[in-house]
């Protein structure tokens, strides 16, 4: 079973930047392919960046390309999601999940496993 927690979410100003992490335990971790979603208040949950096991293939949502990146350290059991540009309208829960299927999936039920969410507030 593979256990992930995730951190670094809070408040920001709109424009500014947040690092998520996502901190993983269990066999294998870097054979996981990892996909950070979100979920707003009154919104469906919604795809936000995913990343391969190696790292080498990433995906991004249109909504947050070029303002997000996903990478990931496999000896430190660890993905992160760079924020930059916030926007007040991406106050949601962030939620990091994993699953040992090939490449990426912005599909949330491919995912197996999943974080308990944390919370990132962006005010204007």
């Known amino acids: 079973q593979v256990q992930l927690v995730e951190s670094g979410g809070g408040l920001v100003q709109a424009g500014g930047s947040l690092r998520l992490s996502c901190a993983a335990s269990?066999?294998?971790?870097?054979?996981?392919?990892v996909g950070w979603f979100r979920q707003a208040p009154g919104k469906e949950r919604e795809f936000v960046a995913a990343i391969s096991w190696a790292g080498g293939i990433t995906s991004y949502a249109d909504s947050v390309k070029g303002r997000f990146t996903i990478s990931r350290d496999n000896a430190k059991n660890t993905v992160f999601l760079r924020m930059s540009s916030l926007k007040a309208e991406e106050t949601a829960v962030y939620y990091c999940?994993?699953?040992?299927?090939?490449?990426?999936?912005?599909?949330?039920?491919?995912?197996?496993?999943w974080g308990q969410g944390t919370q990132v507030t962006v005010s204007s």
């Open positions: 999940a994993a699953d040992s299927g090939g490449s990426v999936s912005s599909r949330s039920s491919e995912y197996d496993y």
């Open positions: 269990g066999l294998s971790f870097s054979r996981y392919r």
